[in-house]
């Protein structure tokens, strides 16, 4: 192996490190957290083996972890800071990054439905609500006098194809491809549950599935009620659909939020089975 040991090149090394990680399968982000923490090391390696300190026996393996440590002091501050900083960032990434992605990707299309006409769109954000088959989360419910709007987001890298037919779509990354849950499914469950809660005709609802703008999608639907957009898309596919006249938008909202589950203990509980449902 040879190894040219440059602060520049470990440094670009770290950043595609932390790119392949948030675009691989969850199943390899542990090859990545572990390759993060070899990086340093093989670098360090490196550095000791152009002082002729790579060969080591059994009994200088006190002195070579000691040579170990001193050629990583050796580096700059800066650089030290910066190589510790990757490695905290991918050990926090491996045990919450999934959710971290989750949750932004609900941040950016919450910003987006926020700048919809406050005076006839009201928008509800992260719901927990339970019908007769259990707990549902809820993304985004945008309710107005034109109908209900169920906003599922999905945070993917990659090339997502699917068919609103089908129980599962793929999702493509890096070459390889992996089953996912169709989340026009996953918003017709929760559309069966407001349906339930506020005794509305199922005309009433619009089902829309809205991507990160990086995601690639092919996705056939067969209904003029649902949608699959993505980000910078998603507020006018709510304003050009209006599907009913006359709700009364004020009273719906009143009642889901009187429906909305905020206890945190069962808010936790319903995301671990959720977790368990899709491994």
């Known amino acids: 192996i040879v190894i040219k040991g440059s602060t520049t090149s470990c440094y670009s090394m770290c950043l595609m490190l932390l790119r392949l990680y948030t675009t691989s399968r969850p199943v390899q982000h542990s090859y990545w957290f572990f390759l993060g923490m070899l990086i340093p090391v093989v670098y360090l390696l490196g550095k000791i083996a152009r002082l002729g ?3 080591t026996s059994g009994g200088r393996i006190v002195d070579f972890f000691v040579s170990l440590w001193n050629g990583f002091m050796v580096w700059p501050a800066s650089f030290r800071y910066l190589v510790l900083a990757v490695i905290v960032l991918l050990f926090f990434a491996k045990i919450w990054g999934n959710q971290f992605l989750g949750k932004s990707g609900e941040h950016w299309a919450a910003q987006e439905l926020g700048k919809l006409p406050s005076g006839e769109y009201h928008v509800l954000n992260d719901l ?3 019908d007769s088959h259990g707990l549902h989360q809820i993304d985004h419910v945008v309710v107005s006098p034109y109908g209900i709007y169920m906003v599922e987001t999905k945070n993917y890298t990659g ?4 068919d609103a037919k089908y129980a599962n779509w793929l999702l493509y990354v890096g070459g390889q491809k992996r089953k996912i849950h169709s989340p026009l499914r996953q918003n017709y469950g929760h559309i069966k549950c407001l349906q339930e809660l506020l005794k509305l005709d199922e005309s009433a609802f ?5 991507f990160a703008n990086r995601t690639k999608t092919k996705v056939t639907v067969h209904s003029d009620r649902e949608f699959v957009v993505h980000t910078d898309t998603l507020r006018s596919a709510v304003l050009d659909h209006p599907q009913c006249s006359g709700l009364d938008a004020e009273s719906i909202v009143q009642n889901l939020q009187s429906f909305n ?7 936790r509980q319903h995301v671990k089975q959720l977790r368990a449902a899709h491994r």
């Open 206 to 210: 619009v089902s829309i599935v809205c």
């Open 261 to 267: 589950i905020t206890d945190k203990k069962i808010r």
């Open 159 to 162: 090339s997502i194809i699917g």
């Open 128 to 130: 927990v609500l339970e």
């Open 53 to 55: 300190l790579s060969k």
